[in-house]
């Protein structure tokens, strides 16, 4: 398995750095850039729209309820860090590796 290098553990959760494209034509894990998963959204960055779309995004991909997702920084910005409680590194690890993103 490869260091995925927006990933990482701390307080018996799991951290992601993500770096959000609102206004994308969907919605879509894009690449990994540096420290950061690039992920395109469809809503755009007015009242939060585009904060829902990432948690209901990744609450999809990764089969976990919403409620486990927390955007812990960067709700006004297009950098971001989520935490996610009741899931592991390993199956964010595989589900992320099937989703084959370039590297930037």
Known sequence: MD????????????HLRIRVNP????????????????????APPVDGAANKELIAFLSK????????????????HRNKVLRIAEVSTEHIHKVIDSWQLASK
């Open 3 to 14: 260091e995925l290098p927006f990933v990482y553990q701390k307080e018996n959760a799991i």
């Open 23 to 42: 206004r994308a034509s969907n919605t879509r894990a894009l690449s990994v850039e540096g420290d950061y998963l690039k992920v395109a959204l469809n």
């Open 61 to 76: 991909q990764l089969g976990v309820s919403k409620k486990t997702i927390a955007l812990i920084s960067g709700q006004r």
